[in-house]
Nanobody, 126 residues
Framework: QAQLAESGGGLVQAGDSLSLSCVAS????????MGWFRQIPGKERELVGR????????YYAAFAQGRFSISRDNAKNTMYLQLNNLKSEDTGVYYC??????WGIGKQSRAEYDYWGQGTQVTVSA
């Protein structure tokens, strides 16, 4: 069964860190760019950042620059999102997704992703 599964979310205090993981199974992982998205209550799902198929390039939304970091291990079919210096406004559900185009660097638009995980909740208390 093709799926992406996120884990690592939780309840933390402002200024703390979390490390999220996204494990792919039943789908090809290593040849595709990947993205992390989040959905904050009352807002549309937005891109946090994206990483190329080989892990050499990564791009971040402005709010993530300098605080969040994306990496991947193709041998483990796993992508990671390191969240540092968390703020209360980072509270939301975090999703991983696979770019539908092979050999890509990930895309800006949600429409460009074909597989999605169920999400993991991140809650940051002030």
């Amino acid at each position: 069964q093709a799926q992406l599964a996120e884990s690592g979310g939780g309840l933390v205090q402002a200024g703390d860190s979390l490390s999220l993981s996204c494990v792919a199974s039943g789908i090809t992982f290593s040849r595709y760019g990947m993205g992390w998205f989040r959905q904050i209550p009352g807002k549309e799902r937005e891109l946090v950042g994206r990483i190329g198929w080989n892990g050499l390039t990564a791009y971040y939304a402005a709010f993530a620059q300098g605080r969040f970091s994306i990496s991947r291990d193709n041998a483990k079919n796993t992508m990671y999102l390191q969240l540092n210096n968390l703020k209360s406004e980072d509270t939301g559900v975090y999703y991983c997704a696979r770019d539908r185009t092979q050999w890509g660097i990930g895309k800006q638009s949600r429409a460009e992703y074909d597989y999605w995980g169920q999400g993991t909740q991140v809650t940051v208390s002030a």
